[in-house]
């Protein structure tokens, strides 16, 4: 059974001061920037592309529709009325795989801590994540990066930078503690929701954290272009469910790979399996070593980061790898 020529991705319909989050995402929003690097791949395919609650968002008209719909129920109106004959599901707490009109195929990625609801034909995006769900067997095909939206920037200037949003299962505090060791800058990017937290880094570290809100664009792009390298300090701590953190996919590695910036993570969850080739290794807390010091010094140079970033994570493969997923799905395969 072929796969339809037009699929029908759903985003997490998350609202902000400034409106909705589109995909791309203006500024903070993981999930969305691995999206579009897979909306990229699926077009170089050949697939035409409608994409659900993420309205304002910018396509080629003529390739992907993008109707003004957002709230939960009006996807799902807009499923029932439109019933699409594959649906792709980002938006993670949803329950669309529920309510889909007969004859819709369905799956979704995951991006999350949490066990999924349901047996959804989820797709997972690291052997961790799936390990530390306990599931038995499911598809697993990591984060994609689209090279061309991220410019190669060989000349790095001295500062760290930590993207995402500023928490203790990030590791915002422990990349502050780092920079600190260093004897560098860490400039922060990314919304805060717990000022306690933020309040610590500001007293513990406030001469060394630059805190640039959520960034977006060409301010976006150069922070990540020019970093010496991008802090993933991932804690295993009690995350926003309840469950003891395990970096689920972890998109911003990919992201500063792909701009030659090599990444400083900790062992947690998919990072140990991510970082060959294109950084480093440091302890989970914040007490760093001469030993940390050393390590830093053999990150890799920015050429290398980006040929491995292509090669491992390139977007036009890592579509290629949702096809069998979806044939699985239209011919009407279950899994967890």
């Not at 664009?217 to 309840?242: C, F, N, T």
């Not at 080739?277 to 940390?292: A, N, Y």
């Amino acid at each position: 059974m072929n796969i339809p020529e037009r699929i029908c991705l759903i985003a997490p319909p998350f609202k902000t001061a400034h409106g909705w989050v589109r995909v791309p995402p203006d500024g903070y929003g993981g999930i969305q920037w691995s999206m579009a690097n897979l909306m990229d791949g699926l077009l170089v395919l050949g697939f035409r592309l409608t994409l659900l609650g993420a309205p304002g968002s910018t396509w080629p008209a003529d390739r992907v529709e993008v109707p003004p719909v957002a709230e939960a129920e009006e996807i799902a109106g807009w499923l029932a009325d439109n019933r699409p004959p594959l649906v792709h599901d980002f938006a993670n707490f949803s329950d669309f795989h529920d309510h889909l009109p007969h004859g819709s195929a369905y799956c979704r990625t995951w991006q999350l801590t949490s066990v999924p609801p349901g047996c959804a034909n989820t797709v997972y995006v690291s052997r961790a994540q799936l390990r530390s769900m306990a599931v038995p067997e499911a598809p697993v095909i990591p984060l994609p990066v689209n090279p061309n939206r991220y410019r190669l920037c060989p000349d790095k200037e001295d500062y760290l930078l930590f993207l995402g949003r500023i928490s203790a299962w990030k590791g915002t505090y422990e990349a502050a503690a780092l920079a600190e060791h260093l004897g560098t800058r860490l400039i922060v990017a990314g919304p805060s929701w717990e000022p306690d937290y933020k309040q610590r880094i500001v007293t513990d570290f406030g001469g060394v954290v630059t805190f640039a809100g959520e960034v977006a664009d060409h301010a976006r792009a150069q922070l990540i272009e020019r970093a010496m390298a991008i802090a993933v300090l991932s804690q295993p701590v009690a995350g926003p469910w309840g469950q003891t953190w395990c970096e689920p996919g972890a998109a911003v590695v990919a992201e500063a790979a792909a701009c030659g910036t090599p990444a400083i993570a900790t062992d947690n969850g998919c990072l140990p399996s991510l970082i060959p080739g294109i950084g480093v290794l440091v302890p989970t807390g914040s007490r760093f070593t001469r030993l940390d010091t050393l390590t830093v010094e053999r990150l890799p140079d920015p050429a290398q980061v980006r040929a491995v970033a292509v090669e491992r994570w390139g977007y036009v493969g890592i579509a290629s790898q949702y096809l069998a997923v979806y044939r699985d799905c239209v011919v009407g395969r279950r899994w967890k």
